[in-house]
């Protein structure tokens, strides 16, 4: 399992093809901010969720099965409990990397996957990994001058 720097590093500068299972159209969503920001970063994020035919402009397929081509990273926006059949239809289509996101932890899952030649990465994020590792941390909130630890002039205080 990869947990170490380089290993992160290494995955997400080879692989620029994302399958997002489970990414929702729903901009609030955790899987939604990630694959836009994947996007932005020049990333091909494919949606994987039989609920949309598109997402953020992207057409969404049922199933990895139906990818029409060849898959990087398998990113798992899943319950634990869904992740052997991922990795079972990540095997099959030939990915390279299955990515389980915060909170999915999956022992058995990674074993299978691994035995098949699969690198693994388990309870990261990939959108938080990119930006720790290749200094996106200032997209949307952090260091963006919004949030601030220096007091308020005495000014602001007088216009309330």
């Not at 995955?11 to 299972?21: E, N, S």
């Not at 729903?26 to 970063?41: E, I």
């Not at 290749?134 to 949307?140: E, K, R």
Request: proline share 5%; hydrophobic share 50%.
């Amino acid at each position: 399992m990869i947990d170490d720097v380089a290993g992160l590093r290494r995955v997400l500068l080879k692989h620029r093809t994302i399958a997002m299972v489970g990414l929702s159209a729903q901009w609030y969503r955790p899987s939604h901010f990630a694959a836009k920001y994947m996007l932005d970063h020049g990333y091909s994020v494919i949606p994987v969720n039989p609920a949309y035919r598109e997402v953020l402009g992207q057409a969404s397929y049922p199933a990895l099965r139906e990818v029409p081509v060849p898959v990087g990273i398998v990113d798992c926006f899943r319950r634990a409990e869904e992740i052997p059949a991922i990795v079972e239809e990540a095997i099959a289509v030939g990915a390279k990397v299955l990515w389980l996101q915060l909170g999915v932890i999956n022992l058995e899952a990674v074993r299978r996957a691994e035995a098949a030649g699969l690198e693994v990465v388990m309870d990261r994020c990939v959108k938080i990994e990119h930006a720790r590792l290749f200094g996106g941390l200032n997209w949307f909130g952090v260091n963006t001058g919004i949030v601030s630890s220096k007091r308020p002039s005495c000014h602001a205080f007088a216009a309330r």
